[in-house]
């Protein structure tokens, strides 16, 4: 079953039957990874500054309303076969996007941490066989990518959890090599002034896009996908730190995170000293049994809305949904004036053509009124993005794009930079 942008691809017929031959036998993963086709199409011209851009204003009679509580509803309009694949984009206004200098290397399933002005980009996939082990770093005050510089060998190379306190960048778990290899349960920290790597405790068991955050003394790693990659996990663990060091031996368990609010791959947020975890998925791609290279493959996945808040009472509070489903946003959001701002990410899959389907809204949530708006878009759908926001101007680089303004399906791995004035006022 040969894919439409195959199709339209440059390739020679003995490619095509190549890669069809290839793809008739790992289906299931190329939803995922086709992406890393070396036949670049750019296309992001269709969006760039000036435009008009109806493309990702959908017609608004042929979705559900964006009023709903999330995009469930849309599966009763399964049936209908006109059903277009952007039938979950919101309409969302227009921003003005600039482009900057690119990442060194494009990665996928990366991580991100903003210190002052400079903004430090994590591992990654390069490709579906070729991981990142190095974090390049970029300076908001030049807009320039300004250092390089290697992560320790034992350290995971995608699906991080991090976190900082401003000094001391955390990195927590996350998965151990390329396609859809086991994760690792070491933990390590980074002095930023020094740059200096240490060990920590290692996680009880390790886990793939832990929600990692800061708060109250203790380091916190909670959910994420269990060894597997698919099984969602709800335990949550906790160690003292300071200045980089872990103060205790161990990791001690806490209050396990709700059942359905899964959040592998959510946002996970520490404000107002309360601590959200936002929208999420359960299951994943997980390595083919008995594959010795770990291929990935297709599983199911349901993705979240939901959004939970744990402040001191120690209970899980659950507050008002995102506007749709989204996951993969585990770097994709900033906290400004009082609000966080969660840039694109992946929603559930289409109902009848089951293709993953990617979000390009920029949603708030405003954490005085405890209600979500829908701000803007980006240039493109993208998910696993790692977005940063410096004197005024929100940052996005790195991801899976989508293939086009009428195709919300996950295309190219980008080291694209952008950014855009981002305007929330209190
Ligand atoms: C929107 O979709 C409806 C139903 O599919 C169709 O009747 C209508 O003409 C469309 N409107 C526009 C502006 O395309
Ligand atoms: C970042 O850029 C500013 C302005 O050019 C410069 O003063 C500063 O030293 C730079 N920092 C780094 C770490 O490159
Ligand atoms: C995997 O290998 C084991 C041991 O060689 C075998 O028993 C099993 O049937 C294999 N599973 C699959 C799905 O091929
Ligand atoms: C945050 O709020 C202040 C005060 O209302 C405003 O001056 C500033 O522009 C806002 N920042 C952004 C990014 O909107």
């Not at 002034?193 to 929600?211: D, F, I």
């Not at 800061?214 to 996908?225: K, N």
């Not at 009472?313 to 994709?332: A, G, N, R, V």
Request: charged fraction near 20%; charge should be positive.
């Amino acid at each position: 079953m040969a894919r439409p942008h195959l199709l339209h691809s440059p390739l020679s017929p003995a490619k095509v039957v190549f890669l069809v031959a290839i793809l008739g036998t790992t289906l299931v993963a190329s939803f995922f990874w086709a992406s890393f086709s070396s036949v670049y199409i750019p296309i992001s011209s269709n969006w760039v500054i000036g435009r008009p851009a109806h493309l990702l204003v959908p017609n608004s009679s042929s979705i559900p309303s964006p009023k709903r509580e999330d995009a469930f509803a849309a599966r009763k309009l399964g049936s209908e076969k006109s059903l277009p694949p952007t039938f979950a984009d919101l309409p969302a206004p227009d921003l003005l996007w600039e482009k900057m200098p690119p990442a060194p290397v494009p990665r996928l399933d990366g991580a991100s941490i903003v210190i002052d002005n400079l903004f430090y980009v994590f591992a990654g996939y390069g490709s579906l066989d070729y991981v990142h082990s190095h974090v390049d770093v970029y300076n908001f005050s030049s807009d320039t990518w300004v250092d390089r510089f290697d992560m320790p060998k034992d350290m995971a190379h995608s699906h991080l959890g991090v976190v900082t306190d401003g000094r001391y960048i955390y990195v927590v778990s996350g998965q151990y090599g390329p396609q859809c290899r086991s994760p690792t349960s070491r933990s390590f920290v980074l002095d930023t002034q020094t740059r200096t790597w240490k060990s920590l405790p290692p996680l009880p068991a390790a886990r793939y896009s832990p929600c990692t955050q800061l708060w109250r003394g203790r380091l916190h790693a909670m959910g994420g996908g269990k060894e597997n990659r698919h099984t969602p996990a709800l335990e949550h663990w906790s160690i003292a730190v300071k200045d980089g060091e872990a103060l205790e031996k161990e990791w001690r368990s806490e209050i396990p995170i709700p059942r359905g609010g899964p959040h592998r791959f959510g946002a996970c947020v520490v404000v107002n000293d309360r601590l959200f975890s936002i929208g999420g998925q359960e299951g994943d791609f997980m390595a083919k049994p008995n594959s010795s290279i770990f291929k990935c493959s297709r599983r199911h996945e349901v993705v979240y809305a939901d959004v939970y808040m744990l402040d001191e009472e120690m209970k899980w509070k659950t507050l008002p949904p995102m506007p749709k489903p989204d996951s993969h946003i585990e770097c994709s959001w900033v906290v400004v004036n009082n609000s966080i701002v969660i840039t694109g990410g992946t929603t559930e899959k289409h109902p009848v053509t089951k293709r993953m389907i990617l979000v390009g809204e920029i949603f708030r949530f405003n954490l005085d009124t405890m209600t979500w708006t829908v701000i803007g878009k980006l240039p493109f759908r993208v998910k696993t993005t790692l977005t940063g926001f410096y004197n005024g101007w929100l940052y996005f680089t790195s991801g899976q794009r989508d293939r086009g303004p009428d195709n919300p399906q996950p295309r190219q791995v980008i080291s694209e930079l952008w950014r855009t004035k981002l305007s929330i006022l209190m």
